[in-house]
């Protein structure tokens, strides 16, 4: 065992696109709150200052065949672990180096020139196709490809990560690593040979789900809520366009990167009232927040339930939460799904402070219980208006829960 050291290198490993940035920068806003000087070293960040001219954005740039190129990365790598060593050398307690850090070659290279305190590697997976293609459309924004158009952008970036897969040697001899699912934040594997500093925090860190803004709205007045019928895919009324606008100006000055929706129309058309007056705003309807399938009973009012199905009527009222209606689901059989498109929508609005869904009644219901403690039985009736919404905080140190009202 090596003796016990305060200071720490943390070395992240992954595919791009996979969420080593955030977890970076997750780490160092936890650490820095706690008065732990920690600075995240990002090798992209030096090919984008350092070799402007040097079309980064295209995919040959990884190839492995490339010489110049690799022999270029190299040295963006050796620059960012001697400003990691100097950082640690002074004030510095924690370094982050962020980047791919996939071939055994460049672990050698980090090995051999940070000696001095022990390291940690973090490899971060994400196998969710759908979230790794989301994730890659909004990295192409950035001015790096600001010369291509999007779809060229993207398979590009996809070419740069079959490069980079090449080159992929997992972690197995090195003394201290943990993988993170980092959709999940859930840690898939553990091997600690040495005793860390602030391991047990950074642990923390890497699971815990950081809300700093989370906006979540129920989609605005529909025909079918007029009419006090359930489940199906209408429009918006007038009156839920008024509503959506006036969220829209609610909003205004607030930066909103993505709004998640489901994806019935209600939520959407609510989603593109917010989107109208923001800028670079974007709208993911997602399947998982898609609300609660009512079964035979969809498109069916409550009240012709009670008359023409009283079984089922009764059935539900007996026990809401678990009642699963005929051909469609329950409350209880809608967790798994919810649980994942919450995962997905952090998973990709990561890097901004607001995060905005536009769900259902049921679906709310359900995204609300992961942040409230609720009894399971109390879940269904949680109260879901039109015309206010949630807004939630959860750090480490704030915690805010507050229904609002848009007008
Ligand atoms: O009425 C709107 C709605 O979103 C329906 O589509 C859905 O079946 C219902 O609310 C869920 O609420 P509850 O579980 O209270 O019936």
Redesign the pocket.
């Known amino acids: 065992m090596m003796s016990k050291d305060e200071k720490l290198y943390i070395v992240m490993v992954g595919l791009p696109s996979q969420g080593k940035s955030t977890v970076s920068f997750r780490m160092q806003d936890v650490f820095r709150k706690n008065s732990i000087p920690t600075k995240i070293f990002n090798n992209g960040v030096l090919r984008r200052k350092y070799a402007p001219e040097m079309d980064t954005w295209s995919s040959h740039f990884y190839n492995p065949d490339n010489a110049d190129a690799v022999e270029l990365r190299r040295q963006f790598a050796l620059m960012n672990i001697q400003k990691a060593r100097q950082y640690l050398r002074g004030q510095g307690q924690v370094a982050i180096l962020d980047a791919t850090n996939v071939s055994k070659d460049r672990r050698a290279l980090i090995e051999e020139n940070l000696g001095d305190h022990p390291i940690l590697y973090i490899q971060c997976t994400n196998n969710d196709t759908e979230i790794v293609e989301l994730s890659i459309r909004y990295k192409v924004k950035s001015s790096e490809f600001a010369s291509l158009a999007e779809d060229t952008a993207v398979s590009e970036f996809k070419k740069r990560i079959e490069y980079y897969k090449m080159i992929y040697e997992d972690l197995v001899e090195e003394r201290n690593y943990l993988r993170l699912d980092s959709l999940h934040n859930k840690i898939i594997d553990e091997h600690l040979t040495d005793q860390l500093p602030l391991y047990s925090r950074i642990r923390d860190c890497l699971v815990t789900d950081v809300v700093k803004n989370l906006y979540l709205i129920r989609h605005t007045e529909t025909y ?2 007029v009419e ?5 895919d209408t429009d918006l009324t007038p009156k839920g366009l008024e509503q959506a606008k006036a969220l829209g100006e609610f909003f205004q000055k607030k930066k909103i990167a993505y709004i998640f929706t489901s994806e019935k129309k209600r939520t959407i058309q609510t989603a593109q009232a917010i989107q109208r007056l923001q800028q670079g705003c974007t709208i993911v309807p997602l399947k998982e927040f898609n ?2 399938h ?1 079964g035979i009973c969809e498109g069916m009012s ?1 009240d012709e339930i009670q008359r023409t199905m009283p079984e089922v009527y009764s059935a539900r009222k007996a026990d ?1 939460y678990n009642y699963v209606y005929p051909g469609g689901e329950g ?1 209880n059989s809608m967790k798994e799904r919810i649980k994942i498109g919450v995962k997905k929508a952090f998973f990709l609005n990561r890097r901004t402070d607001n995060i905005m869904i536009i769900g ?3 679906v709310n219901r359900m995204i609300l219980s992961h942040f409230l403690y609720r009894r399971e039985e109390d879940v ?1 009736f949680i109260y879901i208006p039109q015309d206010k919404f949630y807004h939630i905080v959860a750090t480490q140190d704030r915690k805010i829960f507050e229904l609002k009202r848009y007008q």
């Open positions: 079918f809520n006090d019928r359930i489940g199906g609300e609660i009512a409550y809401k409350y259902h009644r049921a269904p």
